[in-house]
């Protein structure tokens, strides 16, 4: 791999056994120097079992784990140049911010002198000065976890490792928080992991996600390639919101690949690389129009459906379409303007969509 | 003004949900507002406190038999003062319980930590082994230990000469020859240490001991900068237990305690059945003072660690 020199972590065929359950199984990725990774999945596919893994809480069943060209699959905790934020940011309650963000520092033997520029300099980057002196206690949430990334990032760790951070703020703080992690991230140039089991996440902070299932990495890729180009089933619902729709692949004809899709009939799709058999046909709701006439384009897939249900969410309404055939669609229409047409249950409609945005899945 | 905020509440509304309680029917924890619940506490109050107070009180009267008031005196502290039998077993009592203290806190704490840290075989059989003193009954264990500590000195005390005679002459001497109460307390006291630091501990969040070792920290580190502070409150409330434990024990003591070692609670035990003379009053006030001042240094101790 030509990428090797520039992956501060190497995971070679990481495997994690609690008892007979396998947590992490046979795992190999590699992630490089300065990027913003997230591990993600739902919860038990394993991801913070990996994550413990690299902070070293957890020891590996079999594997390596490579930290900047040296395996540390077997190293404790405190002798790893990686820092953690934890779940429940572990805060000391018995120490000021000022303190609890000095702790590493003063057990790690840096010298008196150096603490005090060094904690200052960190209370900074998270903007906690003012409140130096404060017992956790008389935090908000939001601010406990400041004192918590502060803590981790005064130890110039070569990666830091980040456990659901968001997952205990409102709505309203995570967003912020995702900008300012990002921010955050791009400012010291220190490579991030994340492991979090909310895709909005992942898909607006993190550089690069590894999707996880049930101990395996389906895919890693960036937010976007994930997105548009997922290669599993799996990947495709678990990103987003996407049509499934099961079919068989009947024939060739030119670039494209002649399916019969269940509920919808013939279609040609461009294909990238062979297939046969049975698969799946993924097009994600947004990319389906709707339309009260037959809609006419080269090419187009459509179908004539009924309204079953609409779900309005103000920017955005999901119009869920029934087919002849008795095949759910489910349609993301934008709500541009202030009077948008209104679907509702039981209108007539066409739904419509181009073979480029649909998607051949054979796993 | 601070809780103001914490609240998130705005004055005026806090104002008028407080006028809606009191308005709105009593509920059952509204006792401040009902008077037979007021009398009922106060009548538990006298039946704690009146005891109490009656002998603070009594151990200023000018009456040798104690039973009727007869003035005002303070005598009987110097005739409590001079009594160098009740003097000797106070002074037993006190280093017996500060021994007792020091090393069932010790055990308990060990105890605790083993039991909260750490999974091993037959852990539930282990943790109910260890409570098994609190709940026996203090006759069986006093019992007990007696015949174990006669069976261990007749055997000991069979060595004539030689290292175990010499160790043996040890035990003669002040305080050691405290020992064998002093162990007895330590084996009946440190579960009361264990339990309380146990309840601590659960409330512990693991993820500080492990964000402790992600910082660097070593297990000695962490022990002593996390694990220990977070600690301290159970510490030294089990402290408390095993010393006020040790120091008003009566039945254990009582069988294990020989001719020459007297306890204070066994020597006023010796001196009521010839009646209650003010003198025992008054050392018991002290006992009382001594007792509380130790609870109060402790409370003042945590408090300051604290801010």
Redesign the interface.
Known sequence: MNNQNDAVVSIRNITKMFADVTAVDNVSLDIERNEFFALLGPSGCGKTTLLRML???EKPSSGEIVIDGENMAQT???KRP???V???Y?V???MSVEQNVA??LK??GTPAAEIGPRVAEALEMVRLGPLRGRMPDQLSGGQRQRV?LA??LV?RPKVLLLDEPLSALDAKLREQMQLELARLQETVGITFVIVTHDQDEALSMASRIAVMDRGRVCQVASPQELYERPATRFVADFIGKVNLIDGEVIGLAGNSVLCQADGLGEMALPAEAPVAGRIAVAVRPEKLKLSAVEPTGPGLIKSRGTVRDVAYYGDTSNVFVETPAARELSVNVQNERRSPTVYRRGDAVWVSWSPEDTLILTE | MTTEAAHGLPPARRLSLGRLVSTAEQGPLDYGSRLWLKALIGLVFIALYAPILALIAFSFNDSKRNVVWQGFTTKYYLVAWENQALIEAMVNSLTIALMCTIVATVIGAATALLLWRFRFPFKAAYEGFTALPIVIPEICMGVALLVFFARTGRYLGSFESGPIAWWNSLFTVWPLNLASITIAHIAFSFPFVAVVVRARMAGFNRELDEASRDLGASEWQTFRHVILPFMQPGLIAGALLAFTLSLDDFVITFFTSGPETVTFPVKVYSLVRRGVSPDINAASTVLIVITLVATVLAMRLQRSERN
């Open positions: 902070a070293g809480l404790p905790p405190n990686v820092n953690m934890f779940q429940s572990a000391f309650p018995h702790y590493g057990v790690g918590a803590r981790a130890k």
